[in-house]
C-alpha cells in the first residue's frame, strides 16, 4: 500500500465523455448530481501541462459538482491527452478516482517507485494560482486511472455552468 493514498477516502469520481452537456444531463437525471459548475482545463488556466513527460497544449472542457466524492466530466478538446487516450481505446466511461494529497511530489515520487508513472500532469489552475494535478498509469492493474490531486485554496469563477 502506498502512503499517498494510504486510509484516503476518494475525492472524485471521473468520467470521460464525448458532449459534456448530455453527460450532465444522463447524470443528473439517474443520481441528482448537480448544480454543475464548468472549466475550461488548458495553457490559459493551467501551468505546466504535460503529458508523458513532455510539455502539451492539450484542453478539456470539465464539469464539476460540490458533492463528495465529487463527480468529475470530462470532455477532451484538442491537443495529445490521456482523455482522447481513453475515449479511443475504453468509450466514454469512469476515468479516474482522484484523491486528495499533501505532496504531489512525495505522490508521484511513490508511484513511480511502484512503477505506475505520471502520464499527465499540471499545475496552478486555482484562482490564486495554486493547485496541483497528477495522473498515474494504474489503468492495467485497476481498469482505471488514479490521479493525485493538491486542491487549490478556491477554484477561480467558472468558465460556464451547465
Known amino acids: 500500500m502506498l502512503a499517498a493514498f ?3 477516502v476518494p475525492y472524485q469520481v471521473a468520467f470521460v ?3 459534456l452537456e448530455r453527460a450532465v444531463h444522463d447524470l443528473d437525471a439517474l443520481v441528482g ?3 454543475w459548475r464548468g472549466y475550461v482545463f488548458d495553457p490559459e488556466m493551467t501551468e505546466g501541462l504535460e503529458y508523458h513527460g513532455r ?3 492539450w484542453s478539456a472542457r470539465v464539469a464539476l459538482n460540490d458533492h463528495r466524492p465529487q463527480y468529475e ?3 477532451p478538446l484538442v491537443g495529445p491527452n490521456i482523455y482522447s487516450d481513453w475515449l479511443d481505446a475504453h468509450g466514454e466511461g469512469l476515468h479516474h478516482v482522484g484523491y486528495v494529497v499533501a505532496s504531489i511530489h512525495e505522490a508521484t515520487a511513490q508511484m513511480t517507485a ?3 508513472p505520471v502520464i499527465q500532469r499540471g499545475h496552478s489552475f ?4 495554486d493547485g496541483a494535478f497528477a495522473y498515474f498509469d494504474t489503468a492495467e492493474a485497476l481498469g482505471c486511472i488514479l490521479e493525485a ?4 485554496d478556491r477554484m477561480p469563477d467558472p468558465s460556464f455552468t451547465l
Do not use: M, Y
Open 6 to 8: 494510504a486510509g484516503r
Open 149 to 152: 490531486v493538491e486542491p487549490p
Open 55 to 57: 510539455r502539451a497544449d
Open 126 to 129: 486555482g484562482a490564486d494560482r
Open 73 to 75: 466530466l470530462i470532455e
Open 17 to 19: 465523455v464525448r458532449d
Open 33 to 35: 448530481a448537480g448544480p
Open 114 to 116: 511502484a512503477g505506475h
